[in-house]
């Protein structure tokens, strides 16, 4: 059985960094896309970051130049470090595996998700 454990969220300043780390188990997740959402009150879950089980990595227009996504096969874990962040970086994040190599934009294309980790950007 797929498990994903997202930890690392917070309370952090405008301008400040956290880095969020999601453990997998149950499987293998070198060769599969991991990738990273958000969904904020009220809001829809949107798209952060992923990466393909090839290494490409894809972020949101919102989040680029700011957030790395990177992995770490020999722990199965896949993390995000997130800098210079602002206060609509508030949301609560989610770890989420598709069973296939390539990205996906689409909440709907991936397979497993985490329960997610809170981040709070306050100004």
């Known amino acids: 059985q797929v498990q994903l454990v997202e930890s690392g969220g917070g309370l952090v300043q405008a301008g400040g960094s956290l880095r969020l780390s999601c453990a997998a188990s149950g499987r293998t997740f070198n060769n599969v896309a991991m990738g990273w959402f958000r969904q904020a009150p009220g809001k829809e879950r949107e798209f952060v970051a992923a990466?393909?089980?090839?290494?490409?990595?894809y972020y949101a227009d919102s989040v680029k130049g700011r957030f790395t996504i990177s992995r770490d096969g020999a722990k199965n874990t896949v993390y995000l470090q997130m800098n210079s962040l602002k206060p609509e970086d508030t949301a609560l994040y989610y770890c989420a595996v598709r069973r296939y190599s390539t990205i996906s934009h689409a909440s709907s294309a991936y397979d497993y998700w985490g329960q997610g980790t809170q981040v709070t950007v306050s100004s």
């Open positions: 990466s393909s089980g090839g290494g490409t990595t």
